[in-house]
């Protein structure tokens, strides 16, 4: 059964970088999009970014010109997380789907992914 994995999560101080990756665990699964989510205690999961395979790139707001999503021909997925705040203290969680979607679609949705990680910590101090 096909599994994501993630890495890369810790603790960091306010102002800080961390850098999330996530590998798939078979060669022959062949994700369409893929995306980060974070979800904080009692908080609902929140789409972080999610890119698409012919690049293109969908950021929420709350991250734009901090966070970069990427993705490699082996189906990683990283998250580089620069100038990191409290806020952005969350478990972080890969997903992928494999269906066909236009990009414009909506996929910071949780519901638009049917394979996930089991998630990674990222704490951020003041």
């Known amino acids: 059964q096909v599994r994501l994995v993630e890495s890369g999560g810790g603790s960091v101080q306010a102002g800080g970088s961390l850098r999330l990756s996530c590998a798939v665990s078979?060669?022959?699964?062949?994700?369409?999009?893929m995306g980060w989510f974070r979800q904080a205690p009692g908080k609902e999961r929140e789409g972080v970014a999610a890119i698409y395979p012919g690049g293109t790139i969908v950021y929420a707001d709350s991250v734009k010109g901090r966070f970069t999503i990427s993705r490699d021909s082996a189906n990683t997925l990283y998250l580089q997380m620069n100038s990191l705040k409290p806020d952005d203290s969350a478990m972080y969680y890969c997903a992928a789907d494999t269906q066909f979607k236009w990009p414009g679609s909506n996929i910071l949705r949780a519901s638009a992914y049917n394979l996930w990680g089991q998630g990674t910590q990222v704490t951020v101090s003041s």
């Open positions: 078979s060669p022959t699964y062949r994700p369409y999009y």
